[in-house]
């Protein structure tokens, strides 16, 4: 059963004449491209990695945008740039389609009818596989942690919890101190076997998708980027790229696709969980399990921005959220990119010297769906609204399609 188990002014659109990928480094995007099913072909920078991947399934809207980005409290001379990958479709699922292309082709060529993962209670990934495995027609278990008091109780209708449950994923709720103790492979194994034994056939994706096939998803970025650069006539060249960590795949294949291919600009991965450490460790993982023979420490430097925590959030990052959007228009998510763009900026505040004169890359990982879970602290910062005072002197005329 389905349900719950307990700017700039002027944007620039780069590269919009081809897609990126699949069946040849001409073909052109068409509508008959979404969900088509396609073999695939690795940058040849990067065929020289093990294991290749055979199919991807056709999910985002690519080439995202890129356009500058004004961000306030720059040093002299830089200039930010944005690539939008808040745009790539599938119900605003961001980078995490990038990686589902690759992860439910393989779900497909296992037959799998189902398809298990985890997060936290308003995981972006967990929404963005809810939505692509509806698309392709597979069930959906979602295990989500939240807080001890909350484990046992409906988890509501707010942000992602809200998509995952029209698209009918069965919601499974641990507590953060079971997932802490148990793990998370043990907990997906765990609800594998439980949904085996009822006749199932489930492919288990790892928390963010971050394993080394969905790495695969930001090496395509890389290659993206590539091209987009290759179609200006400016000769415009990134020296640095600056991503959100969460779970470590998004920065692992950009950061291998720009080390191995055209890009060379150095990566800077600003962690929203854990500590640097831990993900130069994971990320060394995911590189290995693709035989690149590179090491993490090399090719990305990551920065700590998880802040209070995980999700957790100060008044300044909210803050910081808020007066961006207002500037610029560019929305940011108070779970990754927020805290990656208020850390960039806190770095070049402490040194200006480093950041001076450079041209750098930002990319919008989306997660807009979560700033819904934030409305209550986010309230006090809010304004600009009055009740409209109408004279009476003010002739009346009927309006065109009256509301009531």
Same mark, same amino acid.
């Given at each position: %059963? ?53 199919? =991807? ?30 745009? =790539?479709? %599938? ?25 298990? =993962? ?73 609800? +594998? ?13 790892? /928390? ?34 600056? /991503? ?77 959220? +808020? ?51 934030? /409305? ?13 005072? /109408? ?14």
């Amino acid at each position: %059963m389905r349900g719950v188990s307990t700017l700039s002014r002027v944007t620039l659109e780069l590269g919009r004449s081809t897609r990126r990928r699949r069946m040849s480094a001409t073909s052109v995007p068409s509508m008959a491209d979404f969900l088509s099913k396609n073999s695939y072909s690795p940058p040849s920078w990067a065929s020289h990695l093990r294991p290749i991947p055979s199919h =991807t399934f056709s999910l985002a809207q690519v080439p995202t945008p890129i356009h500058r980005w004004n961000l306030p409290g720059l040093p002299n001379g830089t200039e930010l740039w944005i690539k939008r990958d808040d745009f =790539t479709g %599938m119900e605003l699922s961001g980078n995490k389609v990038r990686k589902l292309e690759f992860l439910m082709a393989e779900a497909v060529d296992q037959q799998a009818d189902t398809v298990i =993962t985890m997060g936290g209670i308003q995981s972006n990934h967990c929404r963005a596989t809810a939505v692509a495995s509806n698309y392709l027609n597979l069930n959906t278990h979602l295990i989500l942690r939240t807080s001890k008091l909350l484990a046992d109780e409906d988890p509501g209708l707010i942000g992602n919890l809200l998509v995952e449950r029209l698209v009918g994923a069965n919601v499974h709720l641990i507590s953060k101190e079971e997932y802490s103790s148990i793990g998370s492979v043990a907990l997906t194994n765990a609800l +594998k076997e439980k949904l085996e034994k009822e006749g199932k056939k489930p492919y288990v994706i790892p /928390v963010g998708g971050s394993n080394s096939l969905g790495t695969w998803g930001y090496i395509e970025a890389a290659r993206e980027i590539e091209e987009q650069l290759k179609s200006r006539n400016d000769g415009l060249k990134f020296d640095d790229i600056v /991503v959100a960590c969460g779970s470590g795949g998004t920065i692992a294949g950009i950061s291998l696709g720009s080390w191995l291919g055209a890009l060379k600009a150095k990566v800077h991965a600003f962690s929203v969980c854990d500590n640097p450490d831990y993900f130069y460790d994971f990320v060394q993982g995911l590189l290995d399990g693709l035989q690149a023979g590179v090491k993490a420490r090399d090719i990305v430097s990551i920065h700590n921005a998880k802040g209070k925590g995980y999700a957790m959030n100060t008044s300044e990052e909210l803050k910081f959220v +808020k007066e961006v959007a207002n500037s610029t228009g560019v929305i940011l998510d108070p779970v990754y990119s927020g805290k990656a763009a208020y850390g960039l900026i806190n770095e070049m505040t402490k040194d200006p010297k480093n950041w001076e004169g450079k041209k750098i890359l930002f990319i919008h990982t989306g997660g807009l769906l979560g700033l819904y879970d934030k /409305v209550d602290e986010m309230a006090s910062l809010m304004g600009n609204w009055c009740r409209m005072d /109408v004279e009476e002197s003010v002739p009346r005329k009927d309006g065109v399609g009256k509301m009531f």
